[in-house]
């Protein structure tokens, strides 16, 4: 098949990219962006390490099409950080030791990362439920739970 | 007590920083341009004959690089941690659905993919064997030449448990029988690897854990020095036993080999689950006698697991099945026997808790009924059985590291949730109106370390660099338990230093020694050990050179906290830094070795048996039973373990809080199902992990013990608390709604036909 | 996974697209369905066509007592809209329940209609909205009660040169009542293995109407027409509910499989109908 061109926004980043037109995003940002903080673990939607944020929103990457992101914003693990300053919510999570293999993680923090974009007040219960579609299979999601609530109090106070 | 700075503390770990920015590269990372993308042909066919295989097609497809079957194969066509009978590439038979026929190289995925459709196999189907009682048959076709029985093993029984059960009061016999579990891993296995031919080196990168056994066992299929592949297997997203075998390396190697390009090979979802070790599926046979003064008089266990078509390492998991079926209990007489049978089932492996989940949610149930019978409080009654340091075990060897069994259990019994544990249960049953809530409580013990007569090692290495960096070389891999960071804290600590300066080199047979395999819950225990005994290598060496910088005899010097000052002037001292310098320009690195070996038992059952040091665990889980849809939720848990000394509070409660979720996973919900050696559940919609809103709220109550032949007291943790989370959970729900279970998973349909069985006695 | 990507420019190209009559062609809304039946190799289209920038299939409307959901709103908006919350509870119960986050701001109504599977869960509470499905292709639109539109397992009337445009339906008014509840093998990311919704009228305490309908207990969604016969007139007492639940099993025919059995199924969506009926009474 041959390859088309598309054209985003990434990471603040206008980008310009050839791809396969059957490539998840997934596979485009690992594959030909180089940004494999997106990780793989079932290619189904039913795993959440994949997460990214699609204009703000946090969507499965491997459930997109690379085509499909055109003209679109896309926000990845590896475009949260200011430079070496880290945003609250990576903070908290290497404070509160929410971090074991790590495999998790980046789409666990983008899915926290949306949800304290549009709710700075969280319940616990909100929480839980914004992280639902991310498993972690080293944690049992207590400390990422706890990090999370402490990002939020964070964010708020600032 | 010492006071430490970084021992027995909250200690952020030293490789979040690059979690949580995805800057961490795991094996499955790795890309480059050229890189081949590489699959492997999986039977079709639980059981049969291989007829004819043809790869000619596939290979002439444009875009492929290599086809390889067994004929490729240059050295032993096997792997196994203990008998390499697992074919890298099946020959002449499969023997279940996992096992690999051929593999492809290929430009990108959707060629091998392709190339994959076009190997051609033709099968003779032979009878399926789904079960050890079917393969035990005297009929059964044999699975593997010598027979269907991969092992077995009784221990040298304890006094006569006959005469021990017939001189009970009370006897009870029961048999309970558990699924196979996945690891289920977000990262499934993976890797790359590259041959470089003027070195002649093949470098393997994939998630592991013991690189260093990967390399001997890539080195026997390829007929390779062993010293010309270097294998990289840390860090990994999480492998939990499931990536101590082999999976991905040798098929990766022998296809660098042949392409003389970058190879990738990354397990689907789906390949992880068929092909890939599972916890095994056993069945548990319990007689347990007792006394009417509440002490348990004998205790007989048989255990019959299903091993699935190969070996890797199920002998050792049998055998710790019996050794943590009596849990950490006094019985003056016991027998304990076992056998590992051969299907074309799933296949068993190494699994967190191995062999000991299975009969632990037996044994534990067992206790609460015998308590039961005697209305004594669960706790009191484990509390009057449980031993003491210097105790004979069940099995028969001397508890001689420490036993704080009894601690967790008085901890437990202090809890707001087991004291109040009526009125809690009154509160809750008043607010709610489709539920019924129980509090449960179940305890254990957990081998730490590889047993008796198994090489049980660690090397480590030290090195201290100009500019003050010291460099920690392990052949551990961090697999996700947090083991790096507490390495360092263990080195800071010893040396004086700050953390910050400390790096870790982990996990590559090229950079780092042996340090031994990072399972069996005896990492902390035996690299701290190693690393302990290489400070104190280091120590008089720091003073040598420091007494070469002052021109002064050594004897003038001591070493405390990070420097070497004079004895008589204090104020005037060498930092690790300026060591380092002196060192460097007189031309002598500063690198020390450290080395450990575990301890032994006073007695040696063979194979492994028995172990010296265990982990103790109490836990306690409140849940909540919908009496109409059978649903069974958990509300909380509470892990008090006794691991000696908590080396990082938070990777203590972090091991806790995983290991509970993966227990309760176990309890409730995890299957993989096989019927007819078919897989039923083949990814993440079918296998049924815990999600965030499925969890319990988490406590964890660290008894600490000092041990005194760990590197500061410490034991280890990882595996324990995964275990009898699965009995305290079904014990809760006893106390809840009166029923009780003897086969895992415990699904709401199977709550809700035990309850309407139970009516049904009530109402007869 | 190997396709051609298009992307529809406006509704008239996707219908002259659809005309052609291509066979390899999918259509690709979500794609949280389209493209894990790829990557299981259910199929193996040729070409997929991205209907996601068609503005005529977009937004949530109320007008004149009816309310339109264009087939590419997604289970999200409808778990957070406001209005569907007030008019149309049932339906922003199911939506909200549906897989997770990731997948609810992807996967659209219209993409769960034409998947017809008996467990996708918007269509019960589209079953008990009384909703309308329309189909355009390029030769004109059919209007097709929800209750015509699926034929079996994964089946449904939509030609293969039909776009699903829109979905209508009579928004609840104030004596209406309503609700969709659903069993899974856990908390989220989990299919149904039985799911109720109802609406109903109540007045005085008395049931004036009721709809209900099961999901995962047939090869489509069924009604439960004995208990909804049952039910009307009468007041929602305790011994009424048990009745109702009871008949309402009856007539749930569910089969055994990976997730539940059979029997539990039956017996589960009488219950989820009690359970609903108990927080109105
Ligand atoms: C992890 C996971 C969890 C899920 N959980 C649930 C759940 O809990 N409940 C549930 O009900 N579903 C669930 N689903 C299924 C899925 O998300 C829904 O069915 C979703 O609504 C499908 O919509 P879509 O837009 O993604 O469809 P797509 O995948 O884009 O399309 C599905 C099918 O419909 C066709 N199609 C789509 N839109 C139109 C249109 N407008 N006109 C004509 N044809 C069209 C496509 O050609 C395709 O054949 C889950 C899926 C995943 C991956
Ligand atoms: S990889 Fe996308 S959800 Fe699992
Ligand atoms: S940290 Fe390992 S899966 Fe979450």
């Given at each position: 098949?041959?390859?088309?061109?598309?054209?985003?926004?990434?990471?603040?980043?206008?980008?310009?990219?050839?791809?396969?037109?059957?490539?998840?995003?997934?596979?485009?940002?690992?594959?030909?962006?180089?940004?494999?903080?997106?990780?793989?673990?079932?290619?189904?939607?039913?795993?959440?390490?994949?997460?990214?944020?699609?204009?703000?929103?946090?969507?499965?990457?491997?459930?997109?099409?690379?085509?499909?992101?055109?003209?679109?914003?896309?926000?990845?693990?590896?475009?949260?950080?200011?430079?070496?300053?880290?945003?609250?919510?990576?903070?908290?999570?290497?404070?509160?030791?929410?971090?074991?293999?790590?495999?998790?993680?980046?789409?666990?923090?983008?899915?926290?990362?949306?949800?304290?974009?549009?709710?700075?007040?969280?319940?616990?219960?909100?929480?839980?439920?914004?992280?639902?579609?991310?498993?972690?299979?080293?944690?049992?999601?207590?400390?990422?739970?706890?990090?999370?609530?402490?990002?939020?109090?964070?964010?708020?106070?600032? | 007590?010492?006071?430490?700075?970084?021992?027995?503390?909250?200690?952020?770990?030293?490789?979040?920083?690059?979690?949580?920015?995805?800057?961490?590269?795991?094996s499955t990372d790795r890309y480059s341009e050229n890189m081949l993308r590489a699959r492997v042909l999986r039977s079709s066919l639980p059981h049969a004959k291989i007829i004819r295989l043809d790869v000619s097609r596939a290979r002439e497809l444009p875009g492929v690089e290599a086809v390889l079957t067994h004929e490729d194969i240059p050295g032993h066509n096997g792997f196994g941690i203990v008998?390499?009978?697992?074919?890298?590439?099946?020959?002449?038979?499969?023997?279940?659905?996992?096992?690999?026929?051929?593999?492809?190289?290929?430009?990108?995925?959707?060629?091998?993919?392709?190339?994959?459709?076009?190997?051609?196999?033709?099968?003779?189907?032979?009878?399926?064997?789904?079960?050890?009682?079917?393969?035990?048959?005297?009929?059964?076709?044999?699975?593997?030449?010598?027979?269907?029985?991969?092992?077995?093993?009784?221990?040298?029984?304890?006094?006569?448990?006959?005469?021990?059960?017939?001189?009970?009061?009370?006897?009870?016999?029961?048999?309970?029988?558990?699924?196979?579990?996945?690891?289920?891993?977000?990262?499934?296995?993976?890797?790359?690897?590259?041959?470089?031919?003027?070195?002649?080196?093949?470098?393997?990168?994939?998630?592991?854990?013991?690189?260093?056994?990967?390399?001997?066992?890539?080195?026997?299929?390829?007929?390779?020095?062993?010293?010309?592949?270097?294998?990289?297997?840390?860090?990994?997203?999480?492998?939990?036993?499931?990536?101590?075998?082999?999976?991905?390396?040798?098929?990766?190697?022998?296809?660098?080999?042949?392409?003389?390009?970058?190879?990738?090979?990354?397990?689907?979802?789906?390949?992880?689950?068929?092909?890939?070790?599972?916890?095994?599926?056993?069945?548990?046979?319990?007689?347990?006698?007792?006394?009417?003064?509440?002490?348990?008089?004998?205790?007989?266990?048989?255990?019959?697991?299903?091993?699935?078509?190969?070996?890797?390492?199920?002998?050792?998991?049998?055998?710790?099945?019996?050794?943590?079926?009596?849990?950490?209990?006094?019985?003056?007489?016991?027998?304990?026997?076992?056998?590992?049978?051969?299907?074309?089932?799933?296949?068993?492996?190494?699994?967190?808790?191995?062999?000991?989940?299975?009969?632990?949610?037996?044994?534990?149930?067992?206790?609460?009924?015998?308590?039961?019978?005697?209305?004594?409080?669960?706790?009191?009654?484990?509390?009057?059985?449980?031993?003491?340091?210097g105790d004979i075990s069940a099995l028969g060897h001397r508890l001689q590291t420490s036993v704080g069994i009894k601690e967790t259990l008085e901890a437990a019994r202090k809890t707001d949730l087991w004291r109040d544990r009526e009125k809690i249960k009154r509160d809750l049953n008043a607010a709610a109106r489709y539920k019924k809530f129980g509090v449960g409580v179940a305890s254990e013990w957990h081998a730490v370390g590889l047993g008796v007569g198994l090489p049980d090692f660690s090397n480590i290495i030290v090195e201290i660099h100009e500019g003050g960096e010291i460099i920690l070389r392990t052949g551990a891999i961090e697999i996700?338990?947090?083991?790096?960071?507490?390495?360092?804290?263990?080195?800071?600590?010893?040396?004086?230093?700050?953390?910050?300066?400390?790096?870790?080199?982990?996990?590559?047979?090229?950079?780092?020694?042996?340090?031994?395999?990072?399972?069996?819950?005896?990492?902390?225990?035996?690299?701290?050990?190693?690393?302990?005994?290489?400070?104190?290598?280091?120590?008089?060496?720091?003073?040598?050179?420091?007494?070469?910088?002052?021109?002064?005899?050594?004897?003038?010097?001591?070493?405390?906290?990070?420097?070497?000052?004079?004895?008589?002037?204090?104020?005037?001292?060498?930092?690790?830094?300026?060591?380092?310098?002196?060192?460097?320009?007189?031309?002598?690195?500063?690198?020390?070795?450290?080395?450990?070996?575990?301890?032994?038992?006073?007695?040696?059952?063979?194979?492994?048996?028995?172990?010296?040091?265990?982990?103790?665990?109490?836990?306690?889980?409140?849940?909540?039973?919908?009496?109409?849809?059978?649903?069974?939720?958990?509300?909380?848990?509470?892990?008090?373990?006794?691991?000696?000394?908590?080396?990082?509070?938070?990777?203590?409660?972090?091991?806790?809080?995983?290991?509970?979720?993966?227990?309760?996973?176990?309890?409730?919900?995890?299957?993989?199902?096989?019927?007819?050696?078919?897989?039923?559940?083949?990814?993440?919609?079918?296998?049924?992990?815990?999600?965030?809103?499925?969890?319990?709220?988490?406590?964890?109550?660290?008894?600490?013990?000092?041990?005194?032949?760990?590197?500061?007291?410490?034991?280890?943790?990882?595996?324990?608390?995964?275990?009898?989370?699965?009995?305290?959970?079904?014990?809760?729900?006893?106390?809840?709604?009166?029923?009780?279970?003897?086969?895992?998973?415990?699904?709401?349909?199977?709550?809700?036909?035990?309850?309407?069985?139970?009516?049904?006695?009530?109402?007869? | 996974?190997?396709?051609?990507?298009?992307?529809?420019?406006?509704?008239?190209?996707?219908?002259?697209?659809?005309?052609?009559?291509?066979?390899?062609?999918?259509?690709?809304?979500?794609?949280?369905?389209?493209?894990?039946?790829?990557?299981?190799?259910?199929?193996?289209?040729?070409?997929?066509?991205?209907?996601?920038?068609?503005?005529?299939?977009?937004?949530?409307?109320?007008?004149?007592?009816?309310?339109?959901?264009?087939?590419?709103?997604?289970?999200?908006?409808?778990?957070?809209?406001?209005?569907?919350?007030?008019?149309?509870?049932?339906?922003?119960?199911?939506?909200?329940?549906?897989?997770?986050?990731?997948?609810?701001?992807?996967?659209?109504?219209?993409?769960?209609?034409?998947?017809?599977?008996?467990?996708?869960?918007?269509?019960?509470?589209?079953?008990?909205?009384?909703?309308?499905?329309?189909?355009?292709?390029?030769?004109?639109?059919?209007?097709?009660?929800?209750?015509?539109?699926?034929?079996?397992?994964?089946?449904?009337?939509?030609?293969?040169?039909?776009?699903?445009?829109?979905?209508?339906?009579?928004?609840?008014?104030?004596?209406?009542?309503?609700?969709?509840?659903?069993?899974?093998?856990?908390?989220?990311?989990?299919?149904?293995?039985?799911?109720?919704?109802?609406?109903?009228?109540?007045?005085?305490?008395?049931?004036?109407?009721?709809?209900?309908?099961?999901?995962?207990?047939?090869?489509?969604?069924?009604?439960?027409?004995?208990?909804?016969?049952?039910?009307?007139?009468?007041?929602?007492?305790?011994?009424?509910?048990?009745?109702?639940?009871?008949?309402?099993?009856?007539?749930?025919?569910?089969?055994?499989?990976?997730?539940?059995?059979?029997?539990?199924?039956?017996?589960?969506?009488?219950?989820?109908?009690?359970?609903?009926?108990?927080?109105?009474?």
């Amino acid at each position: 098949m041959e390859e088309i061109t598309v054209q985003f926004m990434l990471n603040g980043k206008a980008v310009r990219v050839e791809t396969p037109p059957a490539f998840t995003l997934l596979r485009l940002l690992r594959e030909r962006l180089g940004l494999t903080g997106t990780k793989p673990g079932c290619e189904r939607g039913e795993c959440g390490a994949c997460t990214v944020l699609l204009d703000g929103e946090p969507v499965n990457s491997c459930l997109i099409l690379a085509p499909q992101v055109e003209g679109r914003e896309v926000l990845t693990i590896e475009g949260l950080a200011d430079g070496d300053k880290l945003n609250p919510i990576q903070e908290a999570f290497i404070e509160k030791s929410a971090v074991q293999c790590g495999y998790c993680i980046p789409g666990m923090i983008m899915s926290a990362t949306a949800l304290l974009d549009t709710n700075p007040e969280p319940s616990r219960d909100e929480i839980k439920t914004a992280i639902s579609g991310n498993l972690c299979r080293c944690t049992g999601y207590t400390k990422i739970i706890r990090a999370i609530e402490v990002a939020a109090e964070r964010i708020r106070k600032r | 007590m010492t006071s430490y700075r970084y021992i027995g503390r909250r200690v952020p770990r030293i490789d979040a920083r690059d979690k949580v920015t995805g800057r961490t590269v795991y094996s499955t990372d790795r890309y480059s341009e050229n890189m081949l993308r590489a699959r492997v042909l999986r039977s079709s066919l639980p059981h049969a004959k291989i007829i004819r295989l043809d790869v000619s097609r596939a290979r002439e497809l444009p875009g492929v690089e290599a086809v390889l079957t067994h004929e490729d194969i240059p050295g032993h066509n096997g792997f196994g941690i203990v008998t390499p009978n697992w074919p890298v590439l099946c020959v002449d038979r499969v023997r279940y659905r996992g096992d690999a026929l051929a593999l492809v190289a290929a430009r990108d995925e959707e060629t091998a993919e392709e190339a994959l459709s076009l190997i051609e196999v033709e099968y003779e189907p032979l009878p399926i064997i789904e079960t050890p009682e079917e393969a035990l048959r005297e009929d059964a076709p044999l699975i593997h030449e010598g027979g269907n029985i991969q092992h077995s093993m009784d221990i040298p029984p304890k006094g006569d448990v006959e005469k021990g059960l017939a001189e009970s009061d009370i006897v009870i016999e029961e048999t309970y029988s558990t699924q196979f579990m996945e690891h289920a891993y977000l990262e499934t296995e993976g890797g790359v690897a590259i041959y470089d031919e003027e070195e002649g080196v093949i470098t393997v990168w994939c998630g592991d854990q013991y690189a260093f056994r990967d390399q001997l066992q890539i080195a026997r299929s390829l007929d390779w020095d062993p010293l010309k592949i270097r294998v990289i297997g840390s860090p990994t997203g999480g492998a939990f036993g499931g990536k101590d075998e082999i999976s991905v390396q040798i098929h990766l190697a022998l296809l660098a080999y042949y392409t003389k390009k970058p190879v990738r090979l990354h397990w689907s979802r789906e390949e992880s689950i068929v092909a890939g070790p599972k916890r095994h599926a056993m069945k548990t046979t319990f007689r347990i006698g007792m006394g009417n003064d509440g002490k348990l008089k004998a205790i007989d266990v048989k255990v019959v697991a299903n091993t699935g078509a190969y070996d890797t390492i199920a002998g050792p998991v049998l055998n710790l099945s019996l050794e943590s079926s009596p849990g950490p209990y006094k019985y003056p007489q016991s027998r304990f026997r076992g056998i590992s049978v051969y299907t074309n089932n799933a296949m068993g492996g190494e699994f967190r808790g191995f062999g000991a989940a299975q009969v632990v949610f037996g044994l534990e149930q067992e206790l609460d009924k015998l308590a039961e019978r005697l209305g004594m409080d669960p706790i009191e009654f484990r509390l009057l059985n449980a031993v003491e340091e210097g105790d004979i075990s069940a099995l028969g060897h001397r508890l001689q590291t420490s036993v704080g069994i009894k601690e967790t259990l008085e901890a437990a019994r202090k809890t707001d949730l087991w004291r109040d544990r009526e009125k809690i249960k009154r509160d809750l049953n008043a607010a709610a109106r489709y539920k019924k809530f129980g509090v449960g409580v179940a305890s254990e013990w957990h081998a730490v370390g590889l047993g008796v007569g198994l090489p049980d090692f660690s090397n480590i290495i030290v090195e201290i660099h100009e500019g003050g960096e010291i460099i920690l070389r392990t052949g551990a891999i961090e697999i996700g338990q947090g083991n790096l960071t507490a390495y360092a804290q263990m080195l800071a600590e010893a040396l004086g230093c700050d953390i910050e300066k400390i790096k870790v080199i982990h996990g590559d047979t090229f950079e780092s020694p042996d340090s031994g395999t990072v399972t069996a819950s005896r990492s902390i225990l035996i690299n701290g050990n190693a690393i302990l005994d290489a400070v104190k290598t280091l120590q008089p060496k720091l003073i040598e050179i420091a007494a070469d910088k002052f021109g002064i005899p050594g004897d003038e010097l001591e070493y405390s906290d990070g420097r070497v000052s004079f004895r008589s002037d204090p104020d005037r001292t060498l930092t690790l830094a300026e060591l380092a310098d002196h060192a460097g320009s007189s031309g002598v690195p500063i690198k020390v070795t450290g080395t450990a070996v575990f301890a032994t038992s006073d007695k040696d059952f063979g194979d492994g048996l028995p172990h010296n040091y265990y982990t103790y665990i109490t836990q306690i889980a409140l849940v909540g039973v919908d009496t109409g849809t059978g649903e069974v939720e958990v509300l909380k848990v509470i892990s008090l373990p006794e691991m000696g000394k908590a080396i990082n509070v938070d990777g203590v409660e972090g091991q806790c809080e995983g290991a509970v979720v993966m227990g309760q996973g176990y309890t409730l919900y995890e299957n993989v199902v096989v019927e007819k050696g078919e897989f039923k559940t083949t990814g993440f919609a079918t296998y049924i992990l815990p999600t965030a809103l499925d969890v319990p709220e988490q406590e964890t109550v660290i008894v600490e013990k000092f041990e005194k032949s760990g590197p500061f007291g410490a034991k280890g943790v990882g595996e324990a608390p995964t275990v009898p989370v699965t009995p305290a959970i079904v014990n809760a729900i006893y106390d809840a709604v009166r029923v009780r279970f003897k086969k895992l998973p415990i699904t709401p349909e199977a709550v809700l036909e035990k309850m309407r069985d139970l009516a049904g006695t009530e109402e007869r | 996974m190997k396709f051609n990507y298009r992307r529809a420019g406006s509704l008239k190209e996707a219908l002259e697209i659809l005309s052609e009559g291509d066979e390899s062609l999918k259509i690709l809304a979500g794609g949280t369905d389209l493209l894990v039946m790829i990557q299981d190799k259910l199929i193996s289209p040729g070409v997929l066509l991205d209907i996601n920038g068609l503005e005529e299939l977009k937004g949530i409307e109320e007008s004149n007592g009816r309310i339109r959901l264009g087939a590419l709103v997604s289970h999200g908006q409808i778990a957070a809209d406001k209005l569907l919350r007030e008019k149309a509870l049932p339906l922003v119960e199911s939506c909200g329940e549906v897989g997770s986050p990731q997948i609810r701001n992807r996967g659209t109504i219209g993409g769960n209609l034409v998947m017809a599977s008996p467990s996708g869960d918007s269509i019960p509470a589209l079953y008990v909205l009384g909703a309308e499905v329309s189909l355009k292709s390029r030769d004109g639109e059919r209007v097709i009660p929800i209750e015509d539109f699926f034929t079996g397992v994964k089946k449904c009337v939509i030609r293969p040169d039909e776009l699903l445009i829109s979905i209508t339906f009579p928004a609840l008014g104030p004596d209406d009542r309503g609700f969709f509840k659903k069993l899974g093998q856990r908390k989220a990311l989990a299919i149904s293995k039985v799911s109720t919704a109802a609406v109903l009228t109540l007045r005085a305490g008395v049931v004036v109407s009721i709809r209900i309908a099961l999901g995962a207990v047939g090869t489509t969604v069924l009604r439960a027409p004995r208990t909804e016969a049952f039910l009307t007139g009468k007041s929602l007492a305790p011994e009424v509910i048990t009745e109702a639940a009871r008949l309402c099993a009856e007539e749930s025919r569910a089969i055994t499989d990976i997730r539940s059995t059979g029997a539990y199924r039956d017996e589960m969506a009488g219950l989820l109908l009690a359970r609903g009926l108990e927080k109105l009474a």
